[in-house]
């Protein structure tokens, strides 16, 4: 078989393997552009009041930025983000808890198709499936191990992910720029604070490359469903502890692993080669139900979230 042929079968399998959980839409693509305006707000902030000041800064522009949007993003006015960009496919970055104060903080990177219309709604109208509801997910299940730990659980969508079935979902180029927009945040958090990252699906190629081009913060790296992580394996990502989970019932395991000729997307955390510590699923659970009510994932994860996650 000719390489020619080898990367058309590798696309169509990746795009057929796609096609039963994801829409095709085509929106304008935007840059990441968020990263600029939080890094730029957050960095150099010492003390939890000097960085609880500027936080909130952030969020009052965010909350007149939705209202200015108008429905439905006038009624998250509420909730607190760090971001708000309503262009284009949008973004957007939402705390759960105090970052000012957090002992340890979390984010939730989310994967394909993801966009500011589904950040809370969930693509399909499903709600496990939204960034949104599984950082508050995560949120709650820590408090439910720890009911005075200081945490914080970030929903970031800061990049913009590839829109669905495509040939940009087979490739690393969306997931490398996603990675320097969420470098740019965790190189502006609170020094000292440590960050699990929680990657689903496509999301964990960005928050692998995230770690790979440099985060100091981040101990713990949580792949869901995740078809690749931007590394070969667990042991190129030095001084990260690396978690995988995936189900029996995803259909991530589909999507073929390996790269050829700047397709593909490694090898998933998942496999035994590669050396992640493994979490608990159960045999049914779905590519969106890692972090819902009653998955054994949820827990363990949360425990990841917490203060009190031991050192490596």
């Known amino acids: ?74 009624s998250w006015a509420g909730r607190t983000f760090l971001g708000f960009d309503p262009r284009g496919d949008g973004q957007a970055v939402e705390v759960v808890g105090d970052l000012a104060t957090a002992e340890r903080i979390t984010i939730v990177v989310p994967g394909v198709a993801t966009t500011l219309d589904t950040f809370t709604r969930g693509l399909g109208d499903v709600a496990r499936r939204a960034p949104a509801v599984q950082a508050r997910a995560i949120h709650e299940a820590a408090l439910a191990h720890d009911p005075h730990a200081r945490v914080a659980v970030i929903a970031w969508l800061g990049y913009d992910p590839p829109d669905g079935v495509g040939v940009s979902a ?101 496999a035994p080669s590669f050396g992640a510590l493994p979490l608990p699923t159960a045999p049914s659970t779905v590519h969106d139900a890692y972090l819902t009510d009653g998955s054994p994932t949820l827990p363990a994860v949360a425990a990841l979230a917490l203060p009190t996650v031991a050192a490596h």
Do not use: N
């Open 1 to 74: 078989m000719t390489g020619r042929m080898l990367i058309t079968a590798l696309v169509a399998v990746v795009l057929w393997a796609y096609l039963p959980m994801l829409p095709v839409h085509h929106p304008a693509r935007v840059r990441p552009r968020l990263a600029a305006t939080i890094s730029g707000a957050l960095a150099g902030c010492g003390t939890p009041h000097e960085c609880a000041l500027r936080i909130d800064q952030l969020y009052a522009l965010s909350t007149a930025s939705m209202r200015a949007a108008g429905p439905p993003y006038a």
């Open 170 to 270: 087979a490739r690393e180029e969306v997931a490398r720029s996603g990675a320097r927009a969420l470098g740019e945040l965790l190189s502006a958090l609170r020094p000292g604070v440590p960050v699990t990252l929680v990657g689903h699906s496509y999301g964990a190629i960005v928050a692998g490359l995230a770690v790979r081009v440099g985060a100091p913060a981040v101990t713990d790296l949580v792949a869901l469903g995740a078809p690749g992580i931007g590394a070969a394996k667990a042991a190129d990502l030095p001084g990260v502890r690396v978690w995988a989970a995936r189900a029996d019932a995803d259909w991530i395991a589909r999507v073929p692993a390996g790269r050829l000729l700047g397709f593909g997307l490694g090898t998933p955390p998942s």
